[in-house]
């Protein structure tokens, strides 16, 4: 029928069996013609109805646009002509077969169809369409044989159809312009991101990253260099749909649980043994010791929780995107076993010599379509493979601090912040790598089966030796991932033990910068800004003196403050604020004592009465306890610290704070002038705006630091301490056994070539049985060399690899622990982390496995070339190019690669900053309703984060589709040269040059990203080189030691000791000169910010002296280690810090006392009482940083640890700020007996608790402007005359201190 329409054979093989082979052109004009327009009206309303849907703004007409829709236009025109040249030459006898008038009648239909496609990819971001792309490349393809055929026809003087050929010929040519136009790519002004706006062509082939690589290779990116990512994998976008599929998940987990549940409770019901009830006592001893036997034993692994769900909801999440790489590892999987199909052919076409040279010629084709189409699909896979992966990392990581966020407190208590860093860290890392490997679970399965399947076909029976060896194999892989998965279980736990103790030796190092008043004055600020109807105030004034405390009192908290008309609930231990509340509630044990006015409490004498006689001052004619009321026009001016004293970046952010305040305020109709007024009296910030309209900055006032981050080639010195620490013992013997390998598998592939070759000194049946057992016998031996010598290596590696990451870690950790407070200052917390997450679990696993490879991959280019060459010496001509192109690539590649990478590392420490700072300040965010906005700034850490790790993992698969290009291109030409030569090739040397060149394009690409891998990964131990070299303080031990016993006396001298937090500030301490005598008991006061913390930390050398020296008991403490002084010296600081473990590990961590020491110590703090009554006693776990116990009974741990010690010099620094007036008086009785042989200095905003020393010191802007004993000072109407006022004492009697 065909033939009749054609008027012309459509299909006869004879065409094909000949030199000069062709197709018939009836065949051309029809199947080839009709493919692609059937390809284009197929999927045409698709694409319609797509766009329909998904239609955005209409975009500006652009040049390109106009010359793709000219150029279709002219395609429309050209078929109207042949049309009309058709109806001309048609005389009505039909002559003119009816293909001539279809074809045209086909493509005027086609071209108005792709001129409104074209248009309507204007409602699009991607003007370009996928299928009109595939559409030109297919016509580009089909239309190929017609254009050769009607040039034969031409030069074999055929001119018949001149006219139409010449139609054809200008077609042909404007399909070929098209094509060529639609690579190129159209922005779309709606986004700045051009893998959303790059053409199909750009698409698969990368080519839209061609600008970011050129811009990094000229100089270094940066954060704004790199565009923002697609809504649709942001991180908002992604976690709403994890929720929605996680709901449902979740619920059918819990109900699984629930019927497991129900399942044990029934089989523990038949189980149990009969003569036992639940009634039956048994001594709480043996409960304890049973309670921590099931937990040593059992390490939590049974917990009954909903299981499974996690995956599942994962996969629904992204099941698109999975699935669309499914296809593409199948396509080349499928791919993948035709290049031996290929091969086979081309090696029987050199054997043959009657088999026509265009055979060959197809065949090379065939190989390099094959290959390109592996590559494409392959590349694209990976892509998609690596978004699926960094969209799972998000998701978790997002969902992660999400669950933080709402969890409850008893849930908070079972995971530590080391431990839900690792989830965001590590594990979500290692998710992100799943995904990359998960599609091996089928694809090789499927690689085996074909595998066996060809290799039946081969060999035959033979081939069941091979599959026998894999099957004994599996059980042991079996036995093998078991016990890796164990290792890998344990060893996730030692990695959240590990930053768990991390995490929590940075609990205590940041804030230091503040003083506890200053944190809480800021805290209370924060509070006020919120203008919320009721206050939950829990003890705002405990770490501020007196005459700041009855300032934020009267301005702030009390009857005439900003508060005034909100409802306030005041927690407190300053009695002498309690006449001015409106009603009091006293507590103990949990219950209600009494409540009522404080005249009614008064009158009732109870045991509010009982409290206040016994510490307050009574004076007046009813009793009442009185508060200094001095006029409110007192001097304020004090209460603004000296421009040294403000903490970085305070100033600009009062000024802030206060307008948003006046904004705040005025919106509510309980705000009025006056609030404004006495918040303005009260900050006095007119010194700070005068700061601002002269715009001068504070020194040092950029407190925290932007991260550095290194730009250009990593540092040759930087590779030498990897090595280093590797061990150049173990890096020699690893490559002589690598080399061993490769020179093993030279010898038992050239082995192999000459036992083919007996094949023509001997047949089948004389073969000799001692030629064929020297023959297996070498190559056994060989091949066992080879498994013997990569077993060695990959064992010393593995060491090698992991005593370089212990040893970096080791210098990361001692470097840190001896870094400064300055350091600490500047530096957030995440970033610390992030060095002993991300980079060292780059350098514990990513980092090995790049090296290991490369030295693989380059001692396997080694081994193919010296193969090759010896073969075919011509073959080098070929190597030099391509070894100059790969350079080339590598050279331009890597420095983009290299920086991406850095700003991942870079990126990545703010979320896990932010997210510790999150966990710890959970109780603010909530009470202050302010998770929305964290949850944002989480958000926008990540996209950012991930806008970095996108733009790398697409410049790897631009790396990558360009080697594999020219890789296919050196198969290519070298299958060209075999059939040009094939009158001088043995088919058995084609088999062998093309496999090798197979082989060693595959390896030099692997090798070009084996070194990228490394230069980039190699970032990770530059990171931790970086915190390996932060500056020290003084040596912990110096040759200098004090003498045994020392100090024996506790004598304490200044000598115009000066001190400053960082060099670029001003003196906090100056001029400080006193002596404190042996056991002397020393009262430090001073208004916040005066410089009594300084005190403390110059005397434990945190902050080294700018000036003067501190003696002890005759030596210079500057003079020795900070071991030898640190652990003479017993500090109960301000923040009591405790570690997660037990209440005993945290008394006595190196066990240097017995239980009886403990349980005195812990009377004496007045804690006996509570420990005892706690189920594990001494063994109970404390929480981390101590969360499941209140502050004041932290501090009462600290002095318990501070009595167990026994140290000389003890120093308190607000150590009873927290706890209840009756508490700190049993605190004082107990250091007064029991530190009586001691040298005492104690920091205190309370002056009753200094009111028993022997002197006191008083500060005031870093300076002593009194010293002397209470009874002095108390006679001079000095500064601490003023604040014992205040706190109502005029004489050391007013106390029962």
């Given at each position: 029928?065909?033939?009749?329409?054609?008027?012309?054979?459509?299909?006869?093989?004879?065409?094909?069996?000949?030199?000069?082979?062709?197709?018939?052109?009836?065949?051309?004009?029809?199947?080839?013609?009709?493919?692609?327009?059937?390809?284009?009206?197929?999927?045409?309303?698709?694409?319609?109805?797509?766009?329909?849907?998904?239609?955005?703004?209409?975009?500006?007409?652009?040049?390109?646009?106009?010359?793709?829709?000219?150029?279709?236009?002219?395609?429309?025109?050209?078929?109207?002509?042949?049309?009309?040249?058709?109806?001309?030459?048609?005389?009505?006898?039909?002559?003119?077969?009816?293909?001539?008038?279809?074809?045209?009648?086909?493509?005027?239909?086609?071209?108005?169809?792709?001129?409104?496609?074209?248009?309507?990819?204007?409602?699009?971001?991607?003007?370009?369409?996928?299928?009109?792309?595939?559409?030109?490349?297919?016509?580009?393809?089909?239309?190929?044989?017609?254009?050769?055929?009607?040039?034969?026809?031409?030069?074999?003087?055929?001119?018949?159809?001149?006219?139409?050929?010449?139609?054809?010929?200008?077609?042909?040519?404007?399909?070929?312009?098209?094509?060529?136009?639609?690579?190129?790519?159209?922005?779309?002004?709606?986004?700045?991101?051009?893998?959303?706006?790059?053409?199909?062509?750009?698409?698969?082939?990368?080519?839209?990253?061609?600008?970011?690589?050129?811009?990094?290779?000229?100089?270094?990116?940066?954060?704004?260099?790199?565009?923002?990512?697609?809504?649709?994998?942001?991180?908002?976008?992604?976690?709403?749909?994890?929720?929605?599929?996680?709901?449902?998940?979740?619920?059918?987990?819990?109900?699984?649980?629930?019927?497991?549940?129900?399942?044990?409770?029934?089989?523990?019901?038949?189980?149990?043994?009969?003569?036992?009830?639940?009634?039956?006592?048994?001594?709480?001893?043996?409960?304890?010791?049973?309670?921590?036997?099931?937990?040593?034993?059992?390490?939590?692994?049974?917990?009954?929780?909903?299981?499974?769900?996690?995956?599942?909801?994962?996969?629904?999440?992204?099941?698109?995107?999975?699935?669309?790489?499914?296809?593409?590892?199948?396509?080349?999987?499928?791919?993948?076993?035709?290049?031996?199909?290929?091969?086979?052919?081309?090696?029987?076409?050199?054997?043959?010599?009657?088999?026509?040279?265009?055979?060959?010629?197809?065949?090379?084709?065939?190989?390099?379509?094959?290959?390109?189409?592996?590559?494409?699909?392959?590349?694209?896979?990976?892509?998609?493979?690596?978004?699926?992966?960094?969209?799972?990392?998000?998701?978790?990581?997002?969902?992660?601090?999400?669950?933080?966020?709402?969890?409850?407190?008893?849930?908070?208590?079972?995971?530590?912040?080391?431990?839900?860093?690792?989830?965001?860290?590590?594990?979500?890392?290692?998710?992100?790598?799943?995904?990359?490997?998960?599609?091996?679970?089928?694809?090789?399965?499927?690689?085996?089966?074909?595998?066996?399947?060809?290799?039946?076909?081969?060999?035959?029976?033979?081939?069941?030796?091979?599959?026998?060896?894999?099957?004994?194999?599996?059980?042991?892989?079996?036995?093998?991932?078991?016990?890796?998965?164990?290792?890998?279980?344990?060893?996730?736990?030692?990695?959240?033990?590990?930053?768990?103790?991390?995490?929590?030796?940075?609990?205590?190092?940041?804030?230091?910068?503040?003083?506890?008043?200053?944190?809480?004055?800021?805290?209370?600020?924060?509070?006020?800004?919120?203008?919320?109807?009721?206050?939950?105030?829990?003890?705002?004034?405990?770490?501020?003196?007196?005459?700041?405390?009855?300032?934020?009192?009267?301005?702030?908290?009390?009857?005439?403050?900003?508060?005034?008309?909100?409802?306030?609930?005041?927690?407190?231990?300053?009695?002498?604020?309690?006449?001015?509340?409106?009603?009091?509630?006293?507590?103990?044990?949990?219950?209600?004592?009494?409540?009522?006015?404080?005249?009614?409490?008064?009158?009732?004498?109870?045991?509010?009465?009982?409290?206040?006689?016994?510490?307050?001052?009574?004076?007046?004619?009813?009793?009442?306890?009185?508060?200094?009321?001095?006029?409110?026009?007192?001097?304020?001016?004090?209460?603004?610290?000296?421009?040294?004293?403000?903490?970085?970046?305070?100033?600009?952010?009062?000024?802030?704070?206060?307008?948003?305040?006046?904004?705040?305020?005025?919106?509510?109709?309980?705000?009025?002038?006056?609030?404004?007024?006495?918040?303005?009296?009260?900050?006095?910030?007119?010194?700070?705006?005068?700061?601002?309209?002269?715009?001068?900055?504070?020194?040092?006032?950029?407190?925290?630091?932007?991260?550095?981050?290194?730009?250009?080639?990593?540092?040759?010195?930087?590779?030498?301490?990897?090595?280093?620490?590797?061990?150049?013992?173990?890096?020699?013997?690893?490559?002589?056994?690598?080399?061993?390998?490769?020179?093993?598998?030279?010898?038992?592939?050239?082995?192999?070539?000459?036992?083919?070759?007996?094949?023509?000194?001997?047949?089948?049946?004389?073969?000799?049985?001692?030629?064929?057992?020297?023959?297996?016998?070498?190559?056994?031996?060989?091949?066992?060399?080879?498994?013997?010598?990569?077993?060695?290596?990959?064992?010393?590696?593995?060491?090698?690899?992991?005593?370089?990451?212990?040893?970096?870690?080791?210098?990361?950790?001692?470097?840190?622990?001896?870094a400064p407070m300055s350091f600490f200052d500047t530096t957030p917390t995440g970033r610390i982390v992030n060095r002993f997450a991300g980079d060292i679990s780059m350098v514990d696993d990513t980092l090995p496995m790049s090296l290991r490879s490369w030295i693989l991959c380059f001692l396997g280019i080694i081994s193919t070339l010296v193969m090759i060459c010896t073969a075919t010496p011509i073959f080098v001509i070929v190597i030099i190019p391509l070894g100059i192109i790969y350079t080339s690539v590598q050279m331009f590649y890597v420095a983009t690669s290299r920086q991406l990478k850095r700003l991942d590392s870079v990126t990545r420490s703010p979320i896990y900053s932010h997210f510790s700072e999150t966990v710890s300040g959970l109780s603010i965010i909530r009470a202050f309703e302010h998770q929305q906005r964290f949850l944002k700034h989480n958000e926008v850490g990540i996209d950012t984060n991930q806008k970095c790790v996108f733009s790398w993992i697409v410049s790897n698969r631009w790396l990558a589709i360009r080697l594999e290009l020219v890789g296919n291109l050196i198969v290519f030409f070298a299958?060209?040269?075999?059939?040009?030569?094939?009158?001088?090739?043995?088919?058995?040397?084609?088999?062998?040059?093309?496999?090798?060149?197979?082989?060693?394009?595959?390896?030099?690409?692997?090798?070009?990203?084996?070194?990228?891998?490394?230069?980039?990964?190699?970032?990770?131990?530059?990171?931790?080189?970086?915190?390996?070299?932060?500056?020290?303080?003084?040596?912990?031990?110096?040759?200098?030691?004090?003498?045994?016993?020392?100090?024996?006396?506790?004598?304490?001298?200044?000598?115009?000791?000066?001190?400053?937090?960082?060099?670029?500030?001003?003196?906090?301490?100056?001029?400080?000169?006193?002596?404190?005598?042996?056991?002397?008991?020393?009262?430090?006061?001073?208004?916040?910010?005066?410089?009594?913390?300084?005190?403390?930390?110059?005397?434990?050398?945190?902050?080294?002296?700018?000036?003067?020296?501190?003696?002890?008991?005759?030596?210079?403490?500057?003079?020795?280690?900070?071991?030898?002084?640190?652990?003479?010296?017993?500090?109960?600081?301000?923040?009591?810090?405790?570690?997660?473990?037990?209440?005993?590990?945290?008394?006595?961590?190196?066990?240097?006392?017995?239980?009886?020491?403990?349980?005195?110590?812990?009377?004496?703090?007045?804690?006996?009482?509570?420990?005892?009554?706690?189920?594990?006693?001494?063994?109970?776990?404390?929480?981390?940083?101590?969360?499941?116990?209140?502050?004041?009974?932290?501090?009462?741990?600290?002095?318990?640890?501070?009595?167990?010690?026994?140290?000389?010099?003890?120093?308190?620094?607000?150590?009873?700020?927290?706890?209840?007036?009756?508490?700190?008086?049993?605190?004082?009785?107990?250091?007064?007996?029991?530190?009586?042989?001691?040298?005492?200095?104690?920091?205190?905003?309370?002056?009753?608790?200094?009111?028993?020393?022997?002197?006191?010191?008083?500060?005031?802007?870093?300076?002593?402007?009194?010293?002397?004993?209470?009874?002095?000072?108390?006679?001079?109407?000095?500064?601490?005359?003023?604040?014992?006022?205040?706190?109502?004492?005029?004489?050391?009697?007013?106390?029962?201190?």
């Open positions: 029928m065909l033939e009749k329409f054609c008027n012309s054979t459509f299909w006869n093989s004879s065409f094909l069996d000949s030199p000069e082979a062709d197709l018939p052109l009836c065949f051309e004009q029809t199947v080839l013609v009709w493919i692609p327009l059937g390809f284009l009206w197929l999927l045409a309303p698709w694409q319609l109805l797509h766009v329909y849907r998904s239609k955005i703004k209409r975009s500006s007409i652009t040049k390109l646009y106009l010359a793709k829709q000219v150029l279709v236009g002219f395609l429309l025109i050209l078929a109207a002509i042949e049309l009309v040249l058709v109806l001309t030459e048609d005389s009505g006898q039909a002559t003119v077969p009816a293909i001539r008038y279809t074809n045209p009648s086909l493509y005027l239909g086609t071209w108005l169809l792709v001129l409104l496609l074209q248009h309507s990819r204007r409602w699009c971001m991607q003007k370009d369409s996928w299928f009109l792309s595939v559409f030109w490349i297919l016509s580009v393809v089909c239309g190929v044989f017609q254009f050769q055929t009607l040039i034969r026809m031409l030069l074999n003087g055929n001119n018949s159809n001149l006219a139409y050929s010449c139609l054809f010929f200008i077609c042909y040519a404007l399909h070929v312009l098209i094509l060529i136009l639609s690579a190129f790519s159209e922005k779309d002004d709606s986004s700045n991101n051009p893998s959303l706006t790059a053409s199909f062509l750009s698409s698969i082939t990368f080519s839209w990253y061609d600008s970011t690589v050129l811009k990094g290779y000229k100089q270094p990116l940066t954060l704004e260099d790199v565009w923002d990512i697609d809504e649709k994998i942001k991180t908002k976008t992604l976690i709403s749909k994890f929720e929605k599929h996680m709901a449902g998940e979740l619920q059918k987990a819990r109900k699984a649980v629930q019927r497991r549940q129900r399942a044990r409770a029934q089989g523990e019901s038949r189980d149990r043994l009969p003569g036992l009830n639940k009634n039956q006592s048994q001594s709480r001893d043996i409960l304890v010791l049973e309670e921590v036997k099931k937990k040593k034993k059992k390490s939590g692994t049974t917990k009954n929780y909903p299981k499974a769900w996690l995956v599942k909801t994962l996969f629904k999440t992204f099941y698109v995107i999975f699935l669309k790489a499914f296809v593409l590892k199948l396509v080349h999987d499928l791919f993948m076993f035709l290049n031996p199909q290929l091969l086979k052919l081309i090696i029987s076409f050199a054997n043959n010599r009657d088999t026509y040279v265009w055979t060959g010629y197809l065949y090379s084709v065939l190989f390099f379509v094959v290959a390109l189409i592996q590559s494409l699909c392959l590349q694209n896979y990976f892509l998609l493979c690596f978004i699926l992966g960094v969209n799972v990392r998000s998701t978790i990581m997002a969902s992660v601090y999400k669950k933080a966020l709402t969890l409850s407190n008893q849930g908070r208590k079972q995971y530590t912040i080391g431990e839900t860093v690792n989830l965001m860290s590590v594990d979500a890392q290692k998710l992100m790598d799943v995904t990359i490997f998960i599609h091996l679970l089928w694809s090789n399965v499927l690689q085996i089966t074909l595998s066996i399947y060809f290799l039946w076909a081969e060999l035959g029976p033979s081939v069941l030796a091979g599959v026998g060896v894999m099957v004994l194999l599996i059980p042991i892989n079996g036995i093998l991932a078991t016990k890796s998965r164990a290792i890998q279980v344990k060893n996730m736990k030692n990695k959240d033990e590990r930053l768990k103790t991390m995490n929590e030796i940075l609990s205590g190092i940041k804030g230091i910068n503040l003083s506890g008043g200053q944190k809480q004055r800021i805290s209370l600020a924060r509070a006020t800004y919120q203008n919320s109807d009721i206050y939950v105030l829990d003890d705002p004034l405990s770490a501020v003196d007196a005459h700041v405390g009855k300032h934020i009192f009267n301005k702030v908290l009390g009857p005439n403050g900003l508060l005034k008309d909100k409802t306030r609930l005041l927690i407190t231990h300053s009695i002498h604020f309690l006449p001015q509340v409106d009603e009091i509630v006293v507590l103990g044990n949990g219950t209600i004592l009494e409540k009522g006015p404080y005249s009614t409490l008064l009158a009732n004498k109870g045991v509010f009465a009982k409290i206040l006689k016994t510490f307050t001052k009574q004076t007046g004619p009813e009793g009442e306890a009185t508060v200094n009321e001095d006029s409110e026009e007192e001097d304020d001016h004090g209460l603004m610290p000296s421009m040294e004293e403000i903490p970085e970046e305070v100033a600009s952010l009062t000024m802030k704070r206060e307008n948003s305040l006046h904004r705040t305020l005025s919106r509510s109709s309980r705000s009025s002038s006056r609030h404004r007024k006495s918040l303005k009296n009260s900050l006095k910030t007119q010194n700070v705006n005068t700061l601002k309209e002269e715009e001068e900055l504070v020194k040092g006032q950029k407190l925290i630091k932007k991260e550095s981050v290194q730009t250009g080639k990593v540092k040759l010195a930087i590779y030498l301490k990897y090595l280093q620490a590797m061990g150049w013992c173990l890096i020699f013997f690893i490559i002589g056994a690598y080399v061993t390998n490769s020179v093993a598998y030279i010898g038992s592939n050239l082995w192999l070539s000459a036992w083919t070759n007996d094949s023509k000194t001997y047949n089948g049946t004389n073969y000799p049985a001692s030629q064929r057992d020297l023959r297996v016998g070498v190559y056994g031996a060989l091949g066992v060399a080879q498994g013997v010598s990569v077993l060695l290596a990959n064992l010393c590696s593995a060491y090698a690899s992991t005593h370089a990451s212990s040893i970096l870690h080791q210098q990361l950790l001692n470097n840190i622990l001896q299958s060209l040269m075999m059939v040009i030569y094939r009158a001088t090739l043995s088919g058995d040397t084609v088999g062998f040059v093309l496999s090798n060149a197979l082989n060693i394009t595959q390896t030099l690409n692997w090798l070009v990203r084996m070194t990228s891998e490394i230069e980039t990964n190699i970032v990770a131990v530059e990171r931790i080189n970086e915190y390996i070299k932060v500056e020290n303080e003084a040596p912990w031990v110096t040759d200098k030691r004090p003498p045994p016993g020392w100090p024996s006396k506790g004598e304490i001298r200044f000598n115009n000791y000066q001190v400053r937090y960082r060099p670029e500030l001003d003196l906090v301490l100056n001029g400080i000169t006193c002596d404190i005598r042996s056991t002397e008991k020393i009262g430090v006061v001073g208004r916040t910010g005066a410089g009594k913390s300084s005190l403390t930390n110059a005397l434990f050398r945190i902050l080294e002296a700018a000036g003067g020296q501190i003696i002890i008991d005759g030596v210079n403490i500057a003079s020795i280690g900070l071991h030898d002084l640190r652990e003479k010296l017993t500090i109960i600081p301000q923040d009591p810090i405790l570690f997660s473990g037990s209440l005993r590990m945290n008394l006595d961590p190196f066990n240097n006392h017995s239980d009886e020491e403990i349980w005195k110590a812990l009377e004496l703090a007045h804690l006996k009482s509570f420990v005892a009554g706690l189920q594990l006693g001494l063994s109970h776990q404390v929480t981390e940083a101590g969360d499941n116990l209140s502050i004041g009974q932290r501090q009462l741990l600290c002095l318990a640890r501070a009595l167990l010690r026994k140290s000389k010099i003890l120093i308190m620094d607000e150590a009873t700020a927290a706890v209840d007036i009756e508490t700190d008086h049993l605190i004082q009785m107990t250091i007064q007996k029991e530190f009586s042989h001691c040298t005492t200095i104690t920091i205190a905003h309370r002056l009753h608790t200094v009111m028993d020393s022997d002197r006191i010191m008083v500060l005031d802007k870093g300076k002593i402007v009194e010293y002397g004993t209470p009874d002095e000072l108390l006679t001079n109407s000095g500064p601490f005359y003023l604040m014992a006022k205040e706190a109502g004492i005029e004489n050391v009697n007013s106390t029962s201190f």
